[in-house]
């Protein structure tokens, strides 16, 4: 089964960011690559930052949200936590619960998305599993 149900991506654009969801012996998980060559086939050429190159299944990478200063100006699927006010409800669990807590609540959340992909969201719930999973790391980055 594919990962996305429009492998392969006919409209990803050569030069265009992804992030490698499942590593390999050449890209880590976590690791921004971009699209070196897509020939429309499951498997296209991308490089990494040191300009190695490989062939990589679509399945195995998301697209890059991109080095955004504050993840909180960014929301997969709407608007409805921006249009809130001066603070989005992940600022305010941030507050209210333990380190522990937080983490996870927010690995819960990512959890959630992803379990319920194949039946109602389809890509944009694994977007936001990794949205909800940049949240946390921005809100504990300086802990």
């Known amino acids: 089964m594919k990962a996305f149900e429009d492998e392969p991506r006919q409209h990803a654009v050569v030069g265009e960011k992804f992030i490698v969801a499942v590593g390999n012996d050449v890209f880590s998980t976590g690791d921004i690559i971009t699209l070196s060559d897509n020939d429309n086939s499951c498997c296209p050429l991308f490089k990494n930052k040191n300009n190695h190159c490989h062939y990589f299944l679509w399945e195995n990478v998301a697209p890059y949200v991109g080095e955004v200063s504050n993840i909180l100006d960014t929301q997969i699927g709407g608007d409805h936590y921006k249009k809130m006010g ?58």
């Open 86 to 143: 001066e603070y989005q409800p992940w600022q305010v669990f941030e507050k209210w619960m333990s380190s522990e807590e937080l983490k996870g609540f927010m690995k819960g959340t990512a959890i959630g998305y992803l379990s319920r992909e194949q039946d109602k969201g389809g890509r944009q719930d694994i977007e936001k599993a990794m949205h909800t999973i940049q949240l946390y790391l921005q809100l504990t980055k300086e802990k």
